[in-house]
């Protein structure tokens, strides 16, 4: 019931004239995918080229960052509702390199996905723990504070725009991705939360994408998990076979047990 979604986080990589050329080549190499949802977040600069070079093709354009307030004296910020003006269809927010490079809390996070669904876009939303908090047996209780603190103050019809991606920090652009089992423990983890938090609807029917290394190798694995609906991919994102591939990953009625 979950329709999957493939995403692609580009960071700070790409100029406007790359970036369209890579949305040209995904336009035309994933046409015919009908049964998940691509998403690319390109650079700020190149959002509204990448607009246009995806229009009539199944991709759809987010940002990676936004700030809480649709307009005001906040230089250098855009808006959710300036996304909104040039196309855009929604934000990442919470992604671990803005939590720790730029200091960003839980609580500016939900105002941001709070700013986000009141432009009536969608909110990525970035959760995951350091190799540090696993150790310590931490995880979980990091995952519950960054899920309870992060989606504070929304109802379950706001959850229709949220789509939760699980990034362990140490997964991501390291090389060493989660196992299957590790990534489906943290996902049931994460969707008993939805459930106790929202309700047992907002449970099933919220996707949650797994980030951190996804790459044509192993994405057939991760996909065939029973709570993973999805991958939020960096690097591979930028190669154009690589992220092709990552959207052609063997659907669940054909993956070999
Ligand atoms: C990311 O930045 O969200 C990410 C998962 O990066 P990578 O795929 O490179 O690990």
């Known amino acids: 019931m979950r329709k999957p979604i493939i995403a692609g986080n580009w960071k700070l990589h790409k100029t406007v004239n790359e970036s369209r050329h890579l949305i040209q080549t995904l336009a035309e190499n994933l046409k015919d995918v009908t049964d998940a949802e691509i998403v690319v977040a390109p650079v700020f600069t190149a959002l509204e080229s990448a607009v246009a070079a995806a229009k009539g093709s199944p991709i759809a354009i987010a940002a990676q960052n936004c700030y809480p307030a649709s307009s005001g004296a906040f230089t250098g910020e855009v808006s959710p ?13 919470g992604h671990s390199e803005r939590r720790q490079l730029f200091g960003e809390s839980n609580a500016f996070i939900n105002a941001k996905v709070q700013a986000l669904l009141a432009a009536g876009l969608r909110a990525i939303f970035c959760i995951g723990e350091t190799l540090e908090e696993r150790e310590s047996g931490r995880m979980y209780d990091i995952l519950t504070g960054q899920v309870k603190e992060g989606l504070a103050g929304l109802t379950p019809e706001d959850m229709d725009k949220v789509v939760v991606a699980y990034e362990p920090v140490w997964a991501i652009g390291t090389g060493k991705t989660a196992s299957d089992e590790e990534a489906e423990e943290a996902h049931a983890f994460i969707r008993g939360l939805l459930q106790g938090i929202f309700n047992e609807n907002v449970a099933d029917k919220t996707p949650i994408l797994y980030g951190g290394s996804v790459k044509p190798g192993n994405v057939d ?32 009625e054909t993956v070999q047990q």
């Not at 509702?81 to 927010?93: H, S």
């Not at 694995?221 to 154009?240: K, W």
Request: with cysteine; net charge negative; charged share 20%.
């Open 221 to 252: 694995g991760l996909m065939a998990q029973e709570d993973i609906d999805g991958v939020l991919v960096g690097g591979a994102s930028l190669v154009a076979e690589d992220f092709i591939r990552i959207a052609r990953f063997q659907r669940s």
């Open 81 to 93: 509702t300036l996304l909104k003006d040039i196309g855009c269809t929604g934000a990442i927010v």
